[in-house]
């Protein structure tokens, strides 16, 4: 493959997903929520792309020439496979609280699983692929979500503020001991507790949390959901874990081991080519609750928002650690055109708004691209050239130097 293509993306229709956003997108009916379009090679739903007049998925174009699609160091350094996997994501309803593994963990928690036969699709199935998921959210819209674990002192000061008498063995043990050693166990405690006494601990906490609603967001976020999933220890969350606030264009960073979740709103999300989720509440998804406790990192402390800078060429980069993917952005006006540098490897991006042209300048071939469409740019398309009036979210490989060795 060498040269600049429209992708065709599988949407997956969660029910926690917008009815609106997507749909108006990319022109579909609006009804059905929709959660989130992929834009990638993962497996199990993989783009589509048009070559030699027929439509192939992405992840077997890319094996019939990993090096022309990838570039050669990003197909060397990733066994000839796309690295990332792109999504638009659509919160209408809070998500799971989540967490995902690291490398290590994947590859052993898969192997596992696959000695044991449990089938790929099983909805007990913890590990569906042998890879981490380290992630990066950039908001689209006001975007609210939880991420990693509050400092102790704030946790019980929430919780005591809840009145839980159900939780006071809990607590003073966490005060004796407010360290990461002490957290798990406080965590622990809550996530192994009987049914009769979660229902009644999330029932006092909804309650008394509608009566703080207007004291701290993290009252008025155990309230709403335990209206979602009554009886679920996950409605707590709000206290244990960060509130984290994002506007458009900020953007948040999820290694291995933090628990998170996302509660509502619109973003772009970039991660390593990955479907591994353990969930720890607010579903009625399978929660393996030892498997959890053991990828869970419970270190405690605020939330830093992922540092981006503006480059020459009037993109906006979202710095991470990641190996696997890089995130900008950047827009084009009439009187504005953006020009790719030469040493570049794959590239996905999508279209926001408007519409703009993408010139391929080694072959002199334009393609028109609006609102919603997305292309993958080959590495063997030396350098390219977008004019129009248009936004773009692009991703990409980081270059080779800030890769480890």
């Not at 996997?85 to 919160?91: E, S």
């Not at 207007?214 to 206290?239: K, N, Q, R, V």
Request: proline content about 6%; charged content about 25%.
């Amino acid at each position: 493959m060498d040269r600049i293509a429209i992708l065709k993306n599988p949407v997956q229709e969660y029910a926690w997903g917008s009815r609106t956003y997507i749909q108006n997108l990319i022109g579909k009916p609006e009804g059905r929520p929709m959660a989130e379009l992929w834009m990638g090679a993962h497996p199990r739903a993989p783009s589509s792309v048009r070559t030699d007049g027929k439509w192939q998925s992405l992840d077997r174009v890319i094996s019939q020439d990993p090096e022309a699609v990838l570039g050669k160091h990003v197909a060397e350094r990733f066994g000839g496979e796309l690295p990332f996997l792109f999504k638009i994501l659509a919160a209408e309803k809070p998500l799971s609280i989540q967490v995902h593994p690291d490398l290590a963990q994947a590859k052993l928690g898969f192997e596992k699983e696959n000695r044991r036969n449990v089938p790929l699709d099983a909805p007990e199935r913890n590990y569906r692929d042998a890879n981490h998921k380290p992630e990066i959210l950039c908001a689209l819209t006001p975007f609210e979500g939880l991420k990693g674990f509050r400092d102790t002192e704030e946790i019980l000061r929430l919780i005591d503020r809840l009145c839980l008498k159900g939780l006071r063995d809990e607590c003073t043990l966490l005060r004796k001991h407010p360290d990461s050693h002490g957290l798990k166990s406080f965590f622990s405690a809550i996530m192994h507790m009987d049914n009769a006494r979660r229902e009644k601990i999330t029932a006092e906490a909804a309650e008394n949390a509608e009566k703080l609603a207007g004291e701290d967001p993290a009252f008025h976020w155990i309230a709403m959901l335990y209206t979602e999933y009554p009886g679920d220890i996950g409605i707590l969350s709000p206290a244990l874990l960060n509130l984290v606030m994002l506007q458009p264009e900020e953007a948040i960073y999820l290694p291995a081991g933090e628990l998170h979740a996302y509660l509502r709103g619109l973003g772009i999300e970039l991660m390593a080519n990955s479907d591994n989720v353990l969930r720890g509440g607010l579903t009625p998804k399978h929660i393996d609750v030892s498997e959890l406790l053991s990828i869970v990192v419970f270190r405690t402390g605020g939330v830093r928002k992922v540092p981006k800078i503006t480059d020459d060429a009037g993109q906006t980069i979202y710095e991470t650690p990641a190996e696997e993917f890089l995130l900008s952005s950047f827009s084009v006006r009439e009187n504005s055109a953006f020009t790719s540098a030469s040493d570049r490897n794959v590239e996905i991006m999508i279209c926001l708004d408007g519409k703009a042209e993408i010139e391929d300048l080694g072959k002199d071939d334009v393609l028109c691209i609006t609102r919603g469409q997305s292309v993958i740019i080959p590495a063997r398309v030396s350098r390219y050239r977008i004019r129009g009036n248009a936004t773009f979210y692009r991703a990409s490989v980081p270059p080779d130097t800030r890769r480890r060795p």
